[in-house]
Each structure stands twice: as structure tokens, then as C-alpha cells.
């Protein structure tokens, strides 16, 4: 059973930073996506990163602002969250895809999720 633990969400003010992380309990990954869902919204995807090799994809509402980023020797993946807004609050989540080696955008493309990190970006 894959296991995916995220950290570093909180509360930060319009244009600031926050980076939250994703710890994952086996390296025999394909793919990690980050998804989130903001109140009285749909789950969204956000980005999504290839494990081996690294090719990245975002949707445009966080290109140039959000980076992707994974550590192969830690078994981590991290994002970069820059110039936040407050249509980015929503409750974030990472996941595991361990069948395809492109970057998917649908849920269940992904196997195994974490519990979900809050950020909220207040005005």
C-alpha cells in the first residue's frame, strides 16, 4: 500500500509563497500529481510531474507562479506555490499514479492520495 503524507499548508497573504511537500512511501512511482479542491468546488487539477525523467505540466491558471519538483532519494515531491491569490485557497492534494509515465490530468488516473494540506490565501 502506497502511502502519501503532505505538509506545509497554512494561512499567507495575497502575493506571498508557501511550499508544501509530499512524502511518499515507495519509489516505484510512474507519475505524482498535485490536485485541489476549493470550498463548494470541484477536485482540480493543478500540476503534475513524470518521476523518472521529470517533464512537468501545469494548468494555466499557475503557470509561471507554481513549480513542481520532485527529490528521487527522498521520495518527496514538493510545490512551489509563488505570487498566491486568493482564488488559490482550497484544500491541496498529492498523488500517486504508478501506471503511466505521462503526466495525467483526470482523478482516477491516480491511485493512492494523501489526506489533503489547507492554504488559504487571504485578501
Known amino acids: 500500500q502506497v502511502q502519501l503524507v503532505e505538509s506545509g499548508g497554512g494561512l499567507v497573504q495575497a502575493g506571498g509563497s508557501l511550499r508544501l511537500s509530499c512524502a511518499v512511501s515507495?519509489?516505484?512511482?510512474?507519475?505524482m500529481g498535485w490536485f485541489r479542491q476549493a470550498p463548494g468546488k470541484e477536485r482540480e487539477f493543478v500540476t503534475g510531474i513524470v518521476w523518472h525523467g521529470g517533464s512537468t505540466y501545469y494548468v494555466d491558471s499557475v503557470k509561471g507562479r507554481f513549480t513542481i519538483s520532485r527529490d528521487n532519494e527522498k521520495n518527496t515531491v514538493s510545490l512551489q506555490m509563488d505570487r498566491l491569490k486568493p482564488e488559490d485557497t482550497a484544500v491541496y492534494y498529492c498523488?500517486?499514479?504508478?501506471?503511466?509515465?505521462?503526466?495525467?490530468?483526470?482523478?482516477?488516473?491516480?491511485?493512492?492520495w494523501g489526506q489533503g494540506t489547507q492554504v488559504t490565501v487571504s485578501s
Open positions: 515507495t519509489d516505484r512511482l510512474y507519475t
Open positions: 498523488a500517486a499514479d504508478r501506471t503511466s509515465g505521462v503526466v495525467r490530468v483526470e482523478e482516477e488516473a491516480y491511485s493512492y
